[in-house]
C-alpha cells in the first residue's frame, strides 16, 4: 500500500519574493522564507554592521531601526517585513557626517571591542527618538535589552544623554 507522497525533509522551501527598502534603497530578492532580516542584510545585502551575537534576541547586538522603531533584527523574518523601512548602522550618517550619537560614542569611547556597538547606537537612536533619555536612570532601563560583555555602560549611556542633548530630543534632567 503506498502512502501520501512527501518531499524529503532536506528539500528547501521555495523561494519567496521580497523587497527590503534599506537606508533608503529598495532591494529585490528570492529568500528562502525562513531567512532572518539579519541573515537578508548580512549575508545577501553585505550589510555586516548589524552583527550576530545570541541569535536569541537577548543581546541586542543586531538591533536595526524598522520605521523608526528598534528591531532585532535576528528575531525578524525578512519575508515579514516587506516594504517597511530598514535602517541600519551603515545608513545612520548622512554621507561623512556622522549621526550624533555616532559622534558622542567617539567622544566618549563608549566601546572597547565594539562587537555591540552598532546595535548599542541603533537602540540609542531610538531611545532618544521614543523620548527615553531623560535620566541616566531611565537610558539604562529602556537601554536593558542590549547588552555589552566589556562592561562600558557608563560610558554608553554617557553618550546617548551628550547626544540627547545636542539633538534637542530631551529637555530637562
Request: charged share 20%; with cysteine.
Amino acid at each position: 500500500m503506498a502512502g501520501p507522497t512527501s518531499e524529503p525533509a532536506s528539500a528547501a522551501p521555495a523561494l519567496v519574493n521580497v523587497v527590503l527598502r534599506v537606508n533608503g534603497t529598495e532591494h529585490r530578492l528570492s529568500l528562502d522564507p525562513r531567512t532572518t532580516l539579519l541573515d537578508a542584510l548580512r549575508e545577501h545585502l553585505h550589510l555586516t554592521g548589524s552583527k550576530k551575537g545570541c541569535g536569541l534576541g537577548q543581546c541586542g547586538a543586531c538591533t536595526v531601526l524598522m520605521d523608526g522603531k528598534r528591531v532585532k533584527s535576528c528575531l525578524s523574518l525578512a519575508a515579514l517585513v516587506d516594504s517597511r523601512e530598514i535602517t541600519t548602522i551603515e545608513g545612520l550618517a548622512q554621507g561623512e557626517q556622522l549621526h550624533p550619537l555616532q559622534t558622542a560614542f567617539i567622544e566618549r569611547d563608549a566601546f572597547q571591542c565594539g562587537y555591540c556597538t552598532s546595535g548599542q547606537i541603533m537602540a540609542g537612536v531610538a531611545c532618544i527618538a521614543e523620548g527615553h533619555a531623560h535620566s541616566a536612570q531611565e537610558i539604562r532601563e529602556w537601554m536593558s535589552g542590549n547588552l555589552c560583555r566589556c562592561g562600558a555602560y557608563d560610558h554608553i549611556v554617557a553618550a546617548i544623554q551628550d547626544a540627547a542633548g545636542s539633538t534637542g530630543s530631551v529637555r530637562g534632567g
